[in-house]
């Protein structure tokens, strides 16, 4: 079974923090993602990376940093934690490149910001 | 105009009953489609991917495509209570690169 593991379940982090939500993928894919999911909104994509080293801005983008150094993991880096970035975060992954196959999420991680 | 749009419902439906979900997507290059299920409190699982236009059938979940339309349906046939769930369309397309967009969900209630 392909697993995506996220490093947290719940996190509450104080205003002006640096954040770190890291996740892990044991199938070998190509592609990672993170993404958040407020009520209403849906899941809305902040970035993703197609391979070690690649990112690519997603639509959400600012205040959120990536980092892709292997191939298995991928982190989300929140520079300076606001309240408004308090979220569920979902991070996903997809074997094919070309984004034509199912993507596999993480259990997610809910972020209280303080 | 979102990229991808649903209604975000609560569709309600008795159990037995035909459950009818629906999308729509803006970018014309779209090549594959999506539906994934959400549990309250879980991450969404992958039920049907689509990609071409037509039918497909996979017990009692039927996708159907229209790329004319830009228009993806989800059917659910004999619905029950455990179908109850948040429903999301995801699109892919060829523009902006390999991302997966998905729409708001809509969330559907199965009365037994």
């Known amino acids: 079974d392909v697993k995506v593991t996220q490093s947290s379940r719940y996190l509450v982090k104080r205003t002006g923090e640096k954040v770190f939500l890291e996740c892990v993928q044991d199938?070998?894919?190509?592609?990672m993602f993170w993404y958040r999911q407020d009520p209403g909104l849906g899941l809305r994509l902040i970035y993703f990376?197609?391979?070690?080293?690649?990112?690519e801005k997603g639509d959400i983008p600012e205040g959120y940093s990536v980092s892709r150094e292997k191939k298995e993991r991928f982190s989300l880096i929140l520079e300076s934690a606001s309240t408004n970035q308090t979220s569920m975060y979902l991070c996903a992954s997809s074997l094919n490149p070309y984004g034509n196959t199912e993507a596999f999420f993480g259990q997610g991680t809910r972020l209280t910001v303080v | 105009q979102k990229e991808v749009e649903q209604n975000s419902g609560p569709l309600s439906v008795p159990e037995g009953a035909i459950a009818s979900l629906n999308c729509t997507y803006s970018?014309?290059?779209?090549?594959?489609f999506f539906w994934y299920r959400q549990y309250s409190g879980k991450s969404p699982e992958l039920i049907m991917s689509?990609?071409?236009?037509g039918d497909k059938e996979d017990g009692r979940f039927t996708a159907q495509l229209n790329k004319a339309s830009q228009y993806v349906s989800l059917l659910i046939r004999d619905s029950q209570p455990s179908d109850s769930a948040t429903y999301l369309c995801?699109?892919?397309?060829?523009?902006?690169?390999?991302?997966?967009?998905f729409g708001a969900g809509t969330r559907l209630f199965v009365k037994a």
């Open positions: 970018d014309r290059g779209s090549q594959s």
């Open positions: 689509i990609y071409s236009n």
């Open positions: 199938m070998d894919h190509e592609n």
């Open positions: 995801a699109v892919n397309g060829r523009t902006g690169g390999f991302k997966t967009i």
């Open positions: 990376s197609y391979d070690v080293k690649m990112k």
